[in-house]
């Protein structure tokens, strides 16, 4: 299992992106304010079940690679690594604004929201990079693979799907101030950035290899 200065490491990197407004949390906050708390709910629920099968599909495609080379497990920390930096950058330098819409269509049935939400978020190709960059950097390569990537991506989507609740639950609040607080939005983004580029350059620095 990873060491608990990893373990550590993951928990903060993990909270900061949990709670930082992305994709993620702007589609909950427009189902939200669209459908009420119930389709927010729905839809948090829905991206949860999507971003475990990115989880399981990840945890069982990096297990095969270690167990077929060390060098390649290295090769993906490290191209993770610079893939981290280049989000922190991304992030900083994109332009400040607020989506309006998402282009998808919206019901008032929970079981058509849930489903909708699950396959948002199984469907996007992002999400499963994301967890393959990220995850790798804190996993021990001496334990078992797919349990400390599916406890570390089980974690990572919980952490997720509770700000997306609180977001379902406070959407009018929140809407208004992240629409209003251009400063806040600026300040998270930089903040998040920073974080990502830290954490990448961290491991950039300090993996070792795995052999």
């Known amino acids: 299992m990873p060491d608990a200065t990893s373990f550590g490491l993951f928990l ?11 994709p993620g949390i702007f589609y909950v906050l427009t189902r939200s ?12 629920f829905g991206t949860s079940i999507g971003g475990m099968f990115h989880v399981l599909a990840a945890g069982l495609g990096i297990s ?3 167990s077929t080379s060390a060098t390649l497990f290295t090769i993906i920390k490290f191209a993770g690594a610079a893939y ?3 989000l922190g950058i991304r992030t900083i330098l994109a332009p400040d604004e607020i989506p309006e819409e998402h282009d998808v269509e919206y019901a008032t049935d929970f079981k058509q929201v849930l ?6 978020e199984a469907l996007n190709p992002k999400t499963a990079i ?9 996993i021990n390569p001496e334990g078992v693979i797919v349990t400390q990537f599916i406890l570390l991506g089980t974690i990572s989507v919980l952490m997720n799907t509770t ?4 977001v379902a639950t406070m959407a009018g609040p929140i809407g208004s101030q992240l629409k209003q607080r251009a400063g806040l939005r600026k300040g998270q983004k930089l903040f998040t950035g920073t974080g990502l580029i830290a954490l990448g350059a961290y491991v950039a620095v300090t993996g070792e290899s795995s052999e």
């Open 84 to 86: 981290l930096i280049y």
């Open 130 to 138: 994301f967890f393959l960059a990220f995850l790798p950097q804190f």
């Open 163 to 166: 700000a997306d609740i609180v």
């Open 115 to 120: 489903f909708q939400g699950m396959m948002t």
């Open 64 to 66: 095969a690679i270690l």
């Open 12 to 22: 903060s990197a993990a909270f900061l992106l949990a709670v930082t407004p992305g």
């Open 33 to 44: 304010l669209k459908g009420g708390r119930s389709e927010g709910y729905a839809s948090s």
